[in-house]
């Protein structure tokens, strides 16, 4: 099928089909992502107790090695790791 105007009106998020702004773009950089980590691994470092409510542990649970992958692989592991280490300290306590 040639590609016409009418099925290039069609590509893109579902804003643009009523008439809205595309999607911006992400503003996330490895460097950012990389920085929110070590914040959340700084945070639980000096911790005596767990500083977040369960619903908030649950989410940073998952969120934290999904936005490790921003990193190379060896990084990535390690900080993983390291928050669990501290994760681990923390509810044993």
Same mark, same amino acid.
């Given at each position: %099928? #040639?590609?016409?105007?009418?099925?290039?009106?069609?590509?893109?998020?579902? +804003?643009? +089909?009523?008439?809205?702004?595309? #999607?911006?773009?992400? #503003? #996330?950089?490895?460097?950012? %992502? @990389?920085? &929110?980590?070590?914040?959340?691994?700084?945070?639980?470092?000096?911790?005596?107790?767990?500083?977040?409510?369960?619903?908030? +542990?649950?989410? &940073?649970?998952?969120?934290?090695?999904?936005?490790? &992958?921003?990193?190379?692989?060896?990084?990535?592991?390690?900080?993983?790791?390291?928050?669990?280490?501290?994760?681990? @300290?923390?509810?044993?306590?």
């Amino acid at each position: %099928m #040639a590609d016409t105007d009418s099925s290039k009106a069609h590509r893109g998020s579902q +804003l643009e +089909l009523f008439g809205g702004e595309p #999607a911006p773009e992400s #503003a #996330a950089t490895p460097e950012k %992502m @990389r920085a &929110y980590l070590h914040e959340l691994l700084a945070e639980v470092r000096n911790a005596d107790t767990l500083p977040w409510p369960q619903d908030r +542990l649950r989410l &940073y649970r998952l969120l934290f090695p999904q936005l490790s &992958y921003w990193l190379p692989e060896e990084e990535s592991a390690q900080l993983r790791f390291e928050f669990e280490a501290e994760l681990a @300290r923390l509810q044993a306590a």
